[in-house]
């Protein structure tokens, strides 16, 4: 059983959380003290990462999640509201890439960008903004990207997926805003991750944002979430 204190934690969900922006969200919300639910698709890293954070807060789990999956998504949210009871967090951190021209990009190639890039965050809302609406609270942070605002050569599904989660963003936002609820978009430039570094090979680190530095930012606006416009879409270079 946990205690009054325990219960009184904030909590939260981050996707893509095995590697990269997402597990380093988790770190930063784990030393905050929030009670996690870490969802992602690569179960050997997921419990890794779980593994790691629980040295510093003991009160994490991890899910195996596809994001593209309604199913999938349900479950999480179920499992992480029979664990800990609430959700004040979700952090939308699954994402991935495809460098290529339009005319070369499979249709299934393009489906698959979307799916994990803005539906996944669809579905997450879709099933957590209930749970927030019930306890008029809630701070969702999405992560977007600079291709968000502005399209580059051969990132046509990229830039569609992040132009998307904008989109959104700002429309939950706008229907949550008497609610209780923020609804933001973090839209960074080059980020020093896997993803990054596979997409592209040539690459200089000293010129890349560290993730660690948007978990600090992540964390910063779910704690003082008060100081923050809702419907923003922030820009980090």
Known sequence: MYTEKEIDRRTGIVTGAAQGIGKEV???LA???????????????????????RLINENTIGIRTNVRMEQDVKRTTEKGLEKFGKIDFLINCAGIAVMKELKETGTKEFEKVLDTNLK???????YVVPVMEQNKFGV???????????????????SASKFGV???TESLADELKD??????AMCPGGV??????TVFKNYNPANLIRPEYIAQQVTKICYESYLVKTGSSLELY
């Open 26 to 28: 988790a770190f930063a």
């Open 31 to 53: 030393k905050k003290g929030t009670n996690l639910i870490l969802a992602d698709t690569h179960t050997k890293k997921l419990k890794q990462a779980v593994k790691e954070i």
């Open 120 to 126: 996944g965050i669809f579905l997450f809302c879709k």
């Open 140 to 158: 969702i942070v999405n992560i977007a990207s600079g291709l968000g605002k502005k399209g580059m050569k051969g990132f046509s599904a990229y």
């Open 166 to 168: 904008i989109g959104l």
């Open 179 to 184: 609610k209780g609820i923020k609804v933001l």
């Open 192 to 197: 020093n991750t896997e993803m990054y570094k």
